[in-house]
């Protein structure tokens, strides 16, 4: 036996013969309400998928989904290696071959023979600098940053 069951507008159940309201809208359309409850809060125009009960909100929360359908696998892009200005590909790959040891041991001699440069740059200019500094410091007056006394808003003085 087949039962004519009508939806309710507003929590989506079963509403059997007998019960529920069927309430028309301004519109002209109507529906169909299960209970006192549903009819008094779409009367206050709530919204269903706000009510934690209804399966508005179910369906948005995806909750109750019996069949785990597989999920969709998103492909992501294969990392591509590029030359960067400076290194070709080939020198990129050579250094990531190389074992850590070997690319230490380069970079340790690389700074130390950066800084044996950088201070015989100073010995070389440390003799000129010293009195090419005083005299330098002593042609000019410093100017001060900001006019005006304590509490002072950057405005014209008086």
């Known amino acids: 036996m087949v039962i004519n069951t009508e939806l309710c507008a507003l929590s989506e159940y079963r509403i059997y013969p007998g019960n529920g309201k069927l309430m028309i809208r ?8 299960g209970s006192s409850k549903t009819h008094s809060l779409t009367l206050q125009r709530k919204k269903a998928a706000k009510l934690v009960w209804t399966q508005a909100w179910r369906r948005l929360h995806k909750k109750g989904i019996t069949e785990t359908a597989a999920k969709k696998r998103t492909r992501r892009a294969g990392k591509v290696q590029r030359a960067v200005v400076g290194a070709s590909l080939e020198d990129i790959k050579k250094k990531a071959a190389q074992k850590s040891e070997l690319r230490t041991a380069a970079r340790e001699a690389a700074l130390k023979e950066l800084k044996d440069r950088k201070a015989a740059n100073k010995a070389k200019s440390g003799t000129k600098g010293k009195a090419a500094g005083k005299s330098k410091a002593q042609s000019y007056q410093k100017v001060p940053k900001h006019m005006g006394g304590k509490g002072s808003r950057g405005g014209t003085q008086r």
């Open 26 to 33: 301004r519109d002209g359309k109507p529906i169909w309400l």
